[in-house]
């Protein structure tokens, strides 16, 4: 299975969600592989931190070919890309050779109108494969503020299916990507990773 991670917007917390997912499957004896197509290498980034890290991270400074997704696809059971922002040739490739796709938009009226974007080219994509599933994820919602509790209802008028389950900005996220780990060794029991495992459970 392929899970692409997309949005055209630039700090969105894709690569903090890639990692994430990856930890939290990997704990489930699934073996997980996460490809890095961003020129800059966020994700190398992070596991340069950690000499032996959880999940192991490929780096495709390009859009990917049928061939590397067939490649990936033997390698593993889940492949999660991580996508950069703006770069719409790779996105393409990325949802193309996906199973899944997640669009994380933040609860913020300027985020919310920008994923329309993101939205449009995944819609142009879909006229040619339909298989593709898509979905939107409230990511790096602040509890307690009324945005965040409209953010669900806002991302109703895009065409695709918005998770149950949001993500909430937590610190014990942030902490883990600096140190080179994922939720579920960092903070295993913290809110932020009971909320990756509810998402996980929703992806399975």
Do not use: C
């Not at 950069?84 to 393409?92: D, F, G, I, S, V």
């Not at 593709?132 to 895009?158: C, D, M, N, Q, W």
């Not at 600096?178 to 990773?193: D, R, V």
Request: net charge positive.
């Amino acid at each position: 299975m392929i899970i692409s991670i997309v949005n055209q917007k630039g700090g969105v917390g894709k690569t903090t969600l890639a990692v994430n997912l990856a930890g939290m499957l990997q704990n489930r004896d699934k073996k997980v592989l996460l490809v890095d197509t961003d020129p800059q290498g966020s994700l190398v980034q992070w596991q340069a931190v950690n000499p032996k890290p959880v999940v192991q991270v490929r780096h495709v400074p390009k859009p990917l070919s049928a061939r590397q997704s067939r490649i990936f696809r033997n390698q593993a059971d889940i492949v999660i890309i991580d996508s950069p922002p703006a770069l719409e040739k790779t996105t393409r490739a990325n949802v193309t050779y996906s199973d899944l796709t997640i669009i994380p938009v933040s609860p913020s009226p300027l985020d919310i109108w920008s994923a329309n974007e993101t939205v449009s080219l995944i819609g142009k994509i879909l006229k040619k494969r339909k298989q593709i599933k898509t979905r939107l994820l409230v990511y790096r919602k602040i509890p307690g503020t009324r945005i965040g509790k409209e953010a669900r209802e806002a991302l109703k008028a895009y065409p695709f299916e918005v998770f149950q389950t949001e993500i909430t900005q937590k610190i014990a996220a942030v902490e883990a990507m600096i140190s080179g780990l994922t939720l579920n060794e960092f903070a295993p029991e913290s809110k932020s990773a009971l909320e990756f495992r509810s998402l996980v459970n929703e992806i399975i």
